[in-house]
């Protein structure tokens, strides 16, 4: 019968428990950007009108940079009353609208001028870029694999340090390191498309540095190692 059933091992066949970290930084590989586009009215229609013009002219110039931007989502969309400060009654002295996108790139040379030009636009706000990751990223692979091999180099000097040698791997457990969140970004896959219509004369485009992002995992690892020399 084997030693399985006893946590900490036997004399002849002693059991090391080590965790084993890896802290790795790469590029990062997408930045999302969020855009609020607004419009007043004194009626609703007018707020209607010219927050669905201003909106068609986001998705116009975000289209307009082709497979740069890989996705545009549109978030909340509201359409507010503002009511008379005095008097009694509900007197609507005017209409807010707002509509939230997201637009995410993978064009780091584009996004630059893109939140520029974006920004540039009518009643328009620009929030980021917050820079990520793929959730698929082989960085996430490697964080894990660091990880466990500086756990095994850690066994194996705690087993030399008392004159035993690493025998067989008991347990390697993970400690969820593919929920570890990114800081970095990878760099974009190539020059930033021909300028959209109009691009000429505007302001100038930012000089955005991508932010690094850190990959962090753990993970537990026990061992069965040969007798130590004491």
């Known amino acids: 019968m084997t030693d399985t059933a006893q946590p900490y091992g036997t004399p002849d066949h002693p059991r090391l428990a080590v965790r084993g970290e890896a802290r790795l930084q790469f590029d990062p590989e997408i930045a999302r950007v969020g855009i609020t586009v607004t419009a007043r009215g004194k009626d609703r229609r007018a707020a209607l009108d010219d927050l669905t013009r201003r909106n068609s ?4 110039l975000a289209r307009g940079y082709g497979e740069a931007v890989e996705k545009l989502e549109t978030g909340a969309f509201s359409i507010t009353p503002e009511l008379a400060q005095r008097g009694r009654d509900e007197k609507i002295r005017a209409y807010h609208g707002r509509v939230l996108i997201t637009a ?3 064009d780091f040379t584009a996004l630059g001028e893109f939140t520029t030009r974006a920004g540039d636009l009518d009643m328009t706000r620009i929030d980021g870029p917050w820079w ?5 990223s082989p960085a996430h692979g490697e964080a894990r694999r ?3 091999r500086e756990a095994v180099q850690r ?3 705690y087993a030399e340090a008392v004159g035993a040698q690493l025998a067989a791997l008991v347990e390697l457990a993970d400690l969820g390191a593919e929920n ?3 800081v970095a970004f990878a ?6 498309p021909p300028p959209a219509p109009g691009a000429a004369g505007g302001a100038p485009a930012l000089d955005l540095e991508p932010q690094a992002q850190t990959v962090y995992a753990q993970v537990n690892a026990r ?3 040969t007798p130590p020399k004491l």
């Open 155 to 157: 066994a194996r000097e």
């Open 146 to 148: 660091q990880a466990v």
């Open 180 to 182: 570890a969140a990114p």
């Open 187 to 192: 760099r974009g896959y190539g020059g930033a």
């Open 223 to 225: 061992f069965i190692m």
């Open 132 to 136: 990520s990751l793929r959730p698929e």
């Open 104 to 106: 995410l790139l993978n």
């Open 57 to 60: 002219a986001v998705l116009e």
